[in-house]
């Protein structure tokens, strides 16, 4: 399983990013897609995960900012960042979870300015 991610860069704070996911690979149906992040110092953590099935989680400080959507045929995930603020700041993983099996892609640097 491949994930390659695009979006993320520079903008300040109050504004907008998009950040999208493309899966590859021996994918099977049954799986979660999401975005994690980390911060410089600090551990990786989730920010939203997406199950094939339609469930969703969101991370407390990102709730009514940021908006997870799938396209199950394209095994796709996107994350609509608005109302950003400087502590959304970090590297953006794209994981992809299937059968207890974390696939990663590479990070995907966000910076917000004040």
């Known amino acids: 399983v491949q994930l390659q991610a695009s979006g993320g860069g520079l903008v300040q704070a109050g504004g907008s990013l998009r950040l999208s996911c493309a899966a590859s690979g021996s994918i099977f149906s049954f799986n979660t897609m999401g975005w994690y992040r980390q911060a410089a110092g600090k551990q990786r953590e989730l920010v939203a995960t997406?199950?094939?099935?339609?469930?969703?989680t969101y991370a407390d400080s990102v709730k009514g900012r940021f908006t997870i959507s799938r396209d199950n045929a394209k095994n796709t995930v996107n994350l609509r960042m608005n109302s950003l603020k400087p502590e959304d700041t970090a590297v953006y993983y794209c994981n992809l979870w299937w059968a207890g099996i974390d696939y990663w892609g590479k990070g995907t640097l966000v910076t917000v300015s004040s």
């Open positions: 997406h199950a094939n099935g339609g469930r969703i």
